[in-house]
C-alpha cells in the first residue's frame, strides 16, 4: 500500500498556505484515499485495480490545488450573514431616520406637544417624521430580506433605529429613579415614560408599519414568480 | 449540462442533510450521500473538498479532528447553529425549484 499522506504532498506541491493548515489538507485527503482504497480492496479488487479506481477520484491534482487553496483563503462573503441581514439594513435604516428628523426638523416643522402634567416632561411628536418612518422601515426590510434574512431579522432591521434608544432607557430609567435622591420620583417616572413612548414606541411602531408592508409585499412577489436562479 | 451554481446548491443542501443526521469525516460523508441518494449524487474527493472548505470558511460547518476506534486520525465535521439555520430555507428553496420543474414537464409532455 502506497505512502498516501506523501503521495498527496507531492501531488499537492506548491500549496499556499501555512505549514501546518498544509499539513492538515494533506492528512486529510490522504486519510479519504486510504479509506477508498482500503474499501476496494475490501470489495475483492486487486491491488493495481484499487488504486487506479481510488486515483481517478481527482483527474487533475493542480486544479484541485487551485481550488482549495481558493476556498480555504478567500472569503466570499467579505460580510458575514448577520452583516449583510442586520447591522448593514439596520444601519442604513437608522441613517435614514436620522436624515429624515433632521430635514424635518430643519424645515421648522413644529412638534406637537403633549401635555401630561403641570411641571413633569411631555410627549414631542414629529408628525411629519412618524409619517416618513414606515419608508426608512420599508428600506431596512428590503434590505435585510434581499441579504436572505429571516422574518425576525427582517423585522429587527426594521426597527433597528429604536433599537439603541430602548436599551438606553431601559437602563436610564431604573437608574434615573435610583439616583433621583432630589427629585420627585414621578417626575422622573413620567419622563422615562414620555421618552419612550415619543423616542422608541411610536417610532417604532411607524417602522414596523413600513417593515410589515414590505415583508408580505416581498412575500407575495416572490410566490408569484418562484424562485431565481441568480 | 448542469450549471456550477446548481451542482454547488445541490451539493451543499447534501452535505448539510447529512451532517443533519450527525457529524461525520469526509469519506463516510461521500458514502452516505451516494447510499442515501441510491448513487445519484456521487462525490469524488476533488468535488469534496474544496466544497468542505468552502462551508466552513462559511460558518455552516466545522472540522476538528478526533481519533477513530482504529486509532486512525480523522477530521470530523459538525454542523454549526449558523448551518442548521442554512438547511430549513435551502430546502424549502430547492423544494420549491423541483417542484416547479416538475411541472414545467408535465405540461410540456400534455
Known amino acids: 500500500m502506497p505512502d498516501w499522506q506523501e503521495l498527496v504532498r507531492k501531488r499537492l506541491s506548491g500549496l499556499k498556505l501555512g505549514s501546518a493548515e498544509r499539513e492538515e489538507v494533506h492528512a486529510e485527503l490522504a486519510v479519504h484515499l486510504e479509506e477508498s482504497y482500503e474499501s476496494l480492496r475490501t470489495k475483492g479488487l486487486p491491488e493495481q485495480a484499487a488504486m487506479q479506481q481510488t486515483l481517478a477520484q481527482v483527474a487533475d491534482w493542480q486544479d484541485l490545488r487551485r481550488e482549495i487553496q481558493i476556498a480555504r483563503t478567500v472569503k466570499e462573503n467579505l460580510m458575514n450573514d448577520r452583516v449583510r441581514q442586520l447591522w448593514l439594513p439596520g444601519l442604513l435604516t437608522f441613517a435614514l431616520s436620522m436624515g429624515l428628523l433632521e430635514l424635518v426638523q430643519k424645515f421648522g416643522a413644529r412638534p406637537i406637544v403633549l401635555d401630561l402634567d403641570k411641571g413633569t416632561p411631555v410627549l414631542m ?93 416581498i412575500s407575495r412577489r416572490s410566490s408569484t414568480h418562484g424562485i431565481s436562479m441568480s | ?37 441510491k448513487g445519484a449524487l456521487r462525490f469524488t474527493l476533488a468535488a469534496l473538498y474544496p466544497m468542505l472548505y468552502r462551508m466552513e470558511q462559511r460558518g455552516w460547518i466545522r472540522g476538528a479532528w478526533e481519533t477513530s476506534q482504529s486509532g486512525r486520525r480523522k477530521r470530523c465535521y459538525r454542523l454549526t447553529p449558523a448551518g442548521k439555520k442554512k438547511l430549513s430555507p435551502l430546502r424549502k428553496e430547492w423544494a420549491e425549484l423541483f417542484g416547479a420543474l416538475k411541472r414545467l414537464t408535465k405540461v410540456a409532455h400534455a
Open chain 1, 125 to 217: 411628536f414629529y408628525t411629519p417624521w412618524l409619517l416618513a418612518l414606515p419608508l426608512a422601515g420599508a428600506l431596512g426590510a428590503y434590505l435585510s430580506k434581499r441579504a436572505g434574512g429571516s422574518a425576525r431579522i427582517v423585522l429587527a432591521s426594521s426597527i433597528f433605529p429604536v433599537l439603541p434608544f430602548g436599551v438606553v432607557f431601559m437602563i436610564a430609567g431604573p437608574v434615573g429613579l435610583v439616583i433621583s435622591h432630589s427629585l420627585a420620583h414621578h417626575i422622573v417616572t413620567a419622563a422615562f415614560f414620555s421618552m419612550s413612548v415619543g423616542w422608541v414606541l411610536a417610532p417604532g411602531i411607524a417602522l414596523l408599519v413600513g417593515g410589515f408592508l414590505m415583508q408580505l409585499l
Open chain 2, 1 to 37: 449540462m448542469i450549471g456550477a451554481g446548481v451542482k454547488r446548491g445541490t451539493a451543499e443542501l447534501a452535505i448539510l442533510s447529512v451532517l443533519e443526521e450527525g457529524p461525520l469525516h469526509g469519506y463516510e460523508m461521500a458514502r452516505r450521500i451516494e447510499e442515501q441518494t
